[in-house]
């Protein structure tokens, strides 16, 4: 089977004129994979259809919110419902409350919570509220941890142990850089070491408590908790980034999976539903100290927007309705069980990671545990194999570097195709 890709590469050329790089975000150009990016026209469910009309079985799901499946009928009625009351008022609205208790329910560590815009948003504000909080200005990250594009975060590993960080995108400035500590996944002595190194200038150490973002990556046992006994011990604030695993790794995310509760939590993806929303809350004494209960700046035109707030709603309602979470993880697992039997078949010692409804497959021989064992993964045949797998209607994350997104509405037949293709790809690559 051979892909048509002509009305999409016509958008992709004409796009190189009004957009950088033809896109609004950057993975959507497939720079890591090579080839046309599919323009998509319209989803329905596990499917996703381009401009040429190729469908595909949808691994993306937005790159993370579509958990229900594209165009749920519910969420798509309350949208229209809410638009035709009118999108935005900029004046408090009750629905609001609710998806506040609603995001308690999941997160029970959130007892307050504020709404903005996007994940960027949300770690923007929370380490400007834990640098308030604690009187402190610099943060620890982790490498391989994707926390938004705020400049603060874009500190990418150097080599070694580093003290200070190096901006790793031009235009954040070196005192900002100076500001984010870098730490290694999963080497809780490391952070240890940087917190004294730096001794009560710490103000939160954020996390991506598993991280998606180098790939899907395991927390080692205790190093949560680890970093929970420590940012105790130190005055500073512990944030688990759950943007991604937020209602994916577990209905609570990975705080609930592994026990340990943050002081502050950033949401995003699920939480919208489909449209633009992320989250920040966590213990009231901290979330206290926002504007304008306290003095900590932050605001934001469309944050708590109808609009999003009633497919986010509609979403977080959706699973929690019986049996949601049971026959997404059966889907998860059979998917799970495909792949490991064509590993095995094909005897291919690759590495799969999974937490809930998040899968990896890393080229790697390894074990893939944090950064560095994340690097050494044979790109190159990722792209070879996504291009496979592209062909043959299956459209996964372009990049070694992100999980798959699997959503309720993937029918044992869309599992059965996409471990079929995923043999052949992997046959094709691998010269089975
Ligand atoms: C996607 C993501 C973000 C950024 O969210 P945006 O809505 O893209 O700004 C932050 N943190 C994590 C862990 C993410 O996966």
């Known amino acids: ?197 730096n001794a009560s200038q710490i103000a939160a150490v954020i996390i991506e408590p598993i991280p998606g973002n180098m790939g899907l990556i395991a927390p080692a046992d205790g190093f949560l908790q680890g970093l929970r006994t420590l940012t105790e011990q130190e005055g500073a604030l512990l944030i688990f980034d759950e943007v991604m695993t937020g209602f994916r790794v577990a209905p609570g995310g990975a705080q609930e999976l592994c026990g340990v509760e943050p002081d502050l939590t950033t949401l995003g993806k699920v939480i919208g539903g489909g449209l633009p929303v992320g989250a920040y809350g966590g213990k009231r004494k901290w979330m206290e100290l926002i504007a304008p209960s306290g003095p900590v700046y932050q605001a934001g035109t469309l944050s708590g927007n109808p609009l999003a707030v009633a497919a986010g709603m509609k979403t977080l309602e959706l699973l929690q309705r019986d049996g949601f979470y049971e026959g997404l993880e059966a889907q998860c697992q059979k998917l799970e069980e495909g792949l490991r039997g064509n590993l095995k078949e094909l005897d291919l010692p690759l590495q799969i990671n999974r937490f809930g409804s998040m899968i990896c497959l890393f080229f790697s021989e390894q074990p893939v545990v944090d950064f560095a064992t994340a690097k050494q993964t044979d790109t190159k045949a990722f792209a070879t194999y996504f291009q496979l797998m592209l062909e043959q209607g299956i459209f996964l994350p372009a990049s070694q570097f992100e999980a798959l997104f699997v959503s309720a509405s993937h029918s044992d037949e869309d599992i059965a195709r996409t471990v079929e293709a995923n043999k052949k790809a992997l046959a094709q690559v691998f010269q089975k």
């Open 1 to 197: 089977m051979s892909l048509t890709l002509s009305n999409s590469r016509e958008w992709m050329e004409r796009a190189q004129d009004w957009m950088p790089g033809g896109v609004n975000s950057p993975v959507r150009a497939y720079k890591a994979v090579g080839g046309t990016p599919p323009w998509i026209k319209r989803g329905k469910g596990a499917y996703i259809w381009d401009e040429d009309e190729n469908q595909y079985i949808d691994y993306v799901g937005s790159w993370g919110p579509m958990i229900v499946g594209h165009a749920h009928p519910e969420v798509v009625e309350a949208i229209q419902q809410t638009a035709a009351l009118g999108t935005s008022y900029g004046a408090p609205t009750s629905n609001e409350v609710r998806i506040a208790q609603k995001i308690n329910e999941f997160f029970p560590s959130i007892e307050m919570v504020r709404l903005v815009n996007s994940g960027t948003e949300a770690t923007m504000s929370a380490i400007r509220l834990a640098r308030a909080a604690t009187k402190r200005d610099k943060i620890i990250k982790f490498s391989g941890c994707y926390h938004g594009h705020a400049d603060s975060f874009l500190i990418a590993a150097g080599s070694g142990a580093m003290t200070f960080g190096v901006p790793s995108s031009p235009g954040v400035t070196s005192g900002t850089a100076a500001d984010t500590l870098l730490a290694e996944y999963n080497d809780l002595e490391g952070v240890k070491e940087l917190f004294a190194q």
